[in-house]
């Protein structure tokens, strides 16, 4: 069975941080791109960040450079997202995203809240 388990999400005040981790289990994890996405409230799901099946190739949004960092590690089949300097607009559900070729696997995401 396909698993992908958010956690770290939380309340934090603007300019805080937060870790993100996703542990992924039932399939063939080291083989997977995996990114993170969120979804704010009246907005659609965006892109945050994406990493290469062997981690030697990262993207992110515009709006999170400098900021996010995305790293897995795939002996624990598991992603990160390293958020620092946070702002109100990066308040949203992250949800964790497992892609190979047109394989795409969904966590059910996680609540991240910035607010003073």
């Known amino acids: 069975q396909v698993q992908l388990v958010e956690s770290g999400g939380d309340l934090v005040q603007p300019g805080g941080s937060l870790r993100l981790s996703c542990a992924a289990s039932?399939?063939?994890?080291?083989?997977?791109?995996m990114s993170w996405y969120r979804q704010a409230p009246q907005k659609e799901r965006e892109l945050v960040a994406r990493?290469?099946?062997?981690?030697?190739?990262?993207n992110y949004a515009d709006s999170v450079k400098g900021r996010f960092t995305i790293s897995r590690d795939n002996a624990k089949s598991t992603v990160y997202l390293q958020m620092n300097s946070l702002k109100p607009e990066d308040t949203a559900v992250y949800y964790c995203?497992?892609?190979?070729?047109?394989?795409?696997?969904w966590g059910q995401g996680t609540q991240v809240t910035v607010s003073s």
């Open positions: 995203n497992a892609r190979l070729y047109i394989i795409n696997y």
């Open positions: 039932g399939f063939a994890f080291r083989d997977y791109a």
């Open positions: 990493i290469s099946s062997t981690g030697g190739s990262t």
